[in-house]
């Protein structure tokens, strides 16, 4: 009944940038977190950056401080991703999740996130 849609992705070159969209819709849920996860071809899903929603406090991943940056927009129920500086190691599916705040464990664990995103392709070349 929840449901998250990322926008945004696409191909370019190294050093460019993006900015990533995620909408959430469907029935009203308190949201804890929401965070944005990455996972490239033959590699596990890994956390990039989050969110807590109460308060706008912000997490990332060492990878990519300094040039990645999450925002939220409450209005809308969005949250985004601005990514600059992109390198070719950033090459991945990007998936936005939300957390409802049952469990304890941290932000970067993909394991407290009930909801997910289909995800969206971002692409860096040389």
């Known amino acids: 009944q929840v449901r998250l849609v990322e926008s945004g992705g696409g191909l370019v070159q190294a050093g460019g940038s993006l900015r990533l969209s995620c909408a959430a819709s469907g029935r009203t849920f308190t949201t804890k977190f929401m965070g944005w996860f990455r996972q490239a071809p033959g590699k596990e899903r890994e956390f990039v950056t989050a969110i807590r929603w109460s308060g706008g406090i912000t997490y990332y991943a060492d990878s990519v401080k300094g040039r990645f940056t999450i925002s939220r927009d409450n209005a809308n129920n969005t949250v985004y991703l601005q990514m600059n500086s992109l390198k070719p190691e950033d090459t991945a599916v990007y998936y936005c999740?939300?957390?409802?705040?049952?469990?304890?464990?941290?932000?970067?664990?993909?394991?407290?996130?009930?909801?997910w995103g289909q995800g969206t392709q971002v692409t860096v070349s040389s």
């Open positions: 999740a939300a957390d409802e705040g049952r469990y304890s464990i941290s932000y970067y664990n993909s394991q407290i996130y009930d909801y």
